[in-house]
């Protein structure tokens, strides 16, 4: 590794092995495109401010994009570098001569590292987003053309109340309504532009900063260099709602991989996001469910990862942070991965329906109803709570049903029994009992799902916004007409 940019106070050369350990290259190359953005914006403040000329800052635009090209190409030997800054002045150097050596005028590679991650955070909330939209979608999806499928609902994984199947789907709906609100907010968080901190006490060179953050897309400027060198807190941020994504994804997988066994067959889930044994030749595995849960603890432990990196660190830069690129890179690449082959996943599961209502027929799913109906009849709740649990112990020991129960029967227990009752035990009536808005009652269900749709609208209309607050290298080179 022979282009290093800080050359001049360290006579010796680096130790091989110090040289392997301190780079970062292999990590950081996938930034190369937000450095180079934000290198030409930066070109073109140090030449509003006559660092760099008209004549060099056309060089210097040519070169980059020369740059982007070879990078994009392949053709550069990308072993040859400390990491994706030194990368792209040195290569800049090589193509446009003594020009790109201004480039780093009053920056430092503490406030170049920090932008980077920014551009880089920006985009994957976008990508986030879009994805947990669709996902979203595709849920509304399933609990518009499934209104009429009941479920038993579970609490300590033991059959609880009968819903609404649409109403189970809209619970994750909730759930990623959240993360979404999460995600713009972290957006906002983020936006600030960082550029003249330099290393940390600021620039020496009076930038038009507000230039570069109109350049650069950002919303305001970052206002501490000691605070922004050593901030990763968008980082954190970003890692946080992308463990909390993953939560809530490996929950939902979790109950598909319990519907989808053999002892439940709620659902069956297509043979295309499925895998097979190599022994045992009936198998039929859900794979992919079972590796988002698994992954959900590669992006938790990069939580934990990136809030360990920062505890206790001394303020402005450390080196210590070179290592959050592995931990934000890895959370984004997997939460990304998962959110998006969920949502196929989901666009193919079949619902079977005779093992539903299979299962809705054991288990006193109605029993709750029932203790309501004895209370809207007159009975106070613990004592209708009591004389059920009575009835239903009865029934688990002659082995019968509710239903199967004579209204005599049923008066020994309660007086306020009467032949309405047995229209109660009715599964559909457990349903349309439950009015209340963040009910199971179809009514509900079916406002819950519309102002569902309204949400997912208004954030696709929010996410077009925000594409536009991202800097497009292409776009920022245009400002020159190189
Ligand atoms: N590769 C470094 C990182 O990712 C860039 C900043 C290096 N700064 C320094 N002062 N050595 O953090």
Redesign the pocket.
């Known amino acids: 590794m022979g282009n290093k940019i800080?050359k001049g106070r360290i006579e010796k050369n680096t130790d091989k092995t110090v040289d392997k350990f301190t780079c970062?290259i292999d990590v950081?190359k996938s930034l190369y495109l937000y450095d180079l953005t934000g290198t030409a914006a930066y070109a073109i403040g140090l030449n509003k401010i006559g660092i760099i000329p008209d004549d060099e800052l056309k060089k210097i635009i040519y070169g980059l994009k020369t740059v982007k090209k070879n990078i994009e190409e392949g053709s550069i030997d990308t072993s040859l570098y400390?990491?994706?800054?030194s990368l792209v002045e040195s290569e800049l150097g090589k193509i446009i001569g003594d020009a790109g050596m201004k480039i780093h005028t009053g920056r430092?590679?503490?406030d170049?590292?920090v932008l980077d991650e920014k551009l880089f955070v920006k985009d994957a909330l976008i990508d986030i987003i879009s994805k947990i939209l669709a996902l979203q979608g595709n849920i509304l999806k399933i609990a518009e053309s499934k209104i009429d499928i009941i479920i038993p609902a579970y609490t300590h994984m033991q059959k609880a109340q009968p819903v609404l199947l649409s109403h189970y789907f809209l619970s994750f709906f909730k759930k990623f309504e959240r993360d979404t609100d999460n995600l713009f907010f972290n957006f906002e968080t983020c936006d600030y532009m960082p550029l003249g901190a330099a290393?940390c006490a600021g620039s020496g060179y009076k930038l038009d900063r507000k230039l570069l953050k109109e350049l650069l897309e950002f919303k305001d400027l970052d206002s501490n260099s000691m605070d922004i060198v050593g901030n990763r807190d968008f980082i954190i941020d970003f890692i946080y709602s992308c463990s909390k994504i993953m939560l809530h994804l490996s929950s939902l997988c979790e109950d598909l991989i319990i519907y989808n066994t053999s002892e439940f067959s709620f659902i069956e889930i297509d043979e295309d996001f499925c895998t097979g044994s190599s022994i045992m030749p009936q198998k039929k595995n859900p794979d992919v469910l079972e590796l988002i849960r698994g992954k959900s603890s590669l992006v938790i432990g990069s939580l934990m990862q990136s809030m360990i990196l920062l505890k206790g660190l001394p303020s402005t830069?450390n080196?210590d942070?070179?290592e959050?690129?592995k931990i934000l890179l890895g959370a984004y690449k997997e939460t990304s991965a998962s959110v998006e082959i969920f949502s196929k996943l989901l666009e193919k599961i079949k619902f079977n329906s005779i093992k539903i209502n299979n299962a809705l027929k054991e288990g006193f799913l109605e029993a709750t109803d029932i203790a309501d109906y004895l209370v809207k009849k007159g009975e106070s709740f613990r004592k209708a709570h009591n004389i059920v649990g009575k009835i239903v112990r009865f029934c688990i020991d002659k082995k019968i049903s509710f239903k199967d129960l004579e209204m005599e029967e049923l008066k020994n227990y309660s007086p306020y029994f009467e032949s309405d009752i047995h229209d109660m035990v009715e599964i559909h009536s457990c349903i349309s009992s439950k009015k209340v808005e963040c009910g199971t009652e179809k009514g509900q269900v079916i406002l819950n799902i519309e102002s569902g749709k309204k949400k997912i609208k208004d954030s696709w209309n929010k996410l077009k916004d925000l594409i536009k607050r991202t800097p497009k290298f292409e776009k920022i080179i245009k400002y020159i007409d190189a």
């Open positions: 800080w970062s950081d400390e990491d994706i800054h430092s590679r503490n170049q590292v290393a830069y080196r942070l070179q959050d690129k």
